[in-house]
């Protein structure tokens, strides 16, 4: 019998096209083994008619994965790490980093060829804090409504008009292949991503050094570099993937250059910095860019939005 390792992915086609992706590049590796997905519903799956920010901090989409993981009904998780808290569960660990699809965010709609063009008091869907913020730093005078649902879900009420124009991670709408909806890929000076957008994660128990070893082929070093400034950074902040924080790292002849954000909602208040530092103090980058951003005054602005929740 071949040995058998078992994956645990969330329902979403977008999910199990990422599940599937790692897969298949496992059994292409060690096609000794036999590959099974469990499907597993988290509860941002499943409460669909409020904002993120409304049902729970952190791990909205990763909690009961994570927690198959440990009871080791699954041998490892495959998650988008941008919906990863920087804290993991006592025991878990991320065994590898995917290299990195485009990280940057995307403008779907079917009038307007960009974000600029849209007319005042047209309606932007999002569900993210992060995208709100920016978005109303650039254009307060946009209709910002919150935006829940799988990719392919979000993309039908924008076809059905119920929105000008919406704002989704590119690097989703590329591997489900809607890229004829998108008329703009947002640029990292306008809009910056969440940390490690784009990346995928595969968590696994610690010390379980046989997946370690089945997996590590899957790790991109280049995007584990900058997505670990890009954690830290958030870290630092204290936020999970439902705050006002985008950052972006990029390595640089040997030095990590990360930016980062951190804005209130309405977009009024905006704080944005830069750090360049060797890029093995990549942690270090983006959690002294942090605390500058705080100790400028954006530590008032998480306090608010920690309070309002």
């Not at 988008?80 to 025991?91: A, R, V, Y």
């Not at 309606?123 to 910002?144: E, Y």
């Not at 890229?179 to 379980?208: C, F, V, Y």
Request: hydrophobic content about 40%; charged content about 25%.
């Amino acid at each position: 019998m071949k040995p058998r390792l078992v994956i645990g992915t969330r329902k979403s086609r977008l999910a199990l096209w990422q599940t599937d992706f790692v897969a298949a590049s496992i059994e292409k590796n060690f096609p000794n083994f036999t590959v099974e997905k469990k499907l597993i519903s988290t509860k941002g799956d499943k409460i669909l008619d409020a904002p993120l920010s409304k049902i729970g901090g952190k791990g909205l989409f990763t909690k009961e994965l994570e927690n198959e993981l440990l009871a080791g009904a699954i041998d490892i998780a495959v998650h988008s790490l941008k919906d990863m808290p920087t804290e993991l569960p006592t025991g878990l660990t991320i065994g590898a980093i995917s290299a990195r699809e485009d990280c940057r965010d995307a403008f779907l709609s079917e009038k307007f060829s960009s974000l600029d063009e849209l007319p005042p008091g047209a309606r932007v869907g999002t569900s993210s804090l992060r995208r709100v913020a920016q978005i109303m730093h650039i254009r307060p005078d946009l209709n910002i409504v919150d935006l829940r649902g799988n990719v392919d879900t979000r993309i039908k009420r924008l076809l059905a008009g119920d929105f000008e124009g919406i704002i989704l991670a590119a690097a989703g709408v590329k591997r489900l292949g809607f890229t004829q909806h998108i008329k703009e890929i947002l640029p990292t000076e306008k809009i910056l991503p969440s940390a490690g957008q784009g990346a995928l994660a595969i968590e696994m128990r610690e010390g379980d050094f046989a997946v370690a070893e089945i997996i590590k082929f899957l790790n991109n070093e280049e995007t584990a570099l900058c997505v670990a400034a890009e954690r830290a950074f958030l870290a630092r902040t204290g936020g999970g993937c439902q705050v006002p924080v985008g950052a972006f790292a990029k390595n640089d002849g040997g030095e990590i250059i990360i930016d980062g954000v951190i804005a209130s909602l309405d977009g009024k208040k905006y704080f944005r910095g830069q750090k360049r530092m060797p890029q093995e103090a990549e942690e270090n980058a983006g959690t002294q860019l942090a605390a500058e951003l705080l100790a400028a005054g954006a530590d008032e602005i998480l306090q608010g939005i920690h309070e309002i929740g």
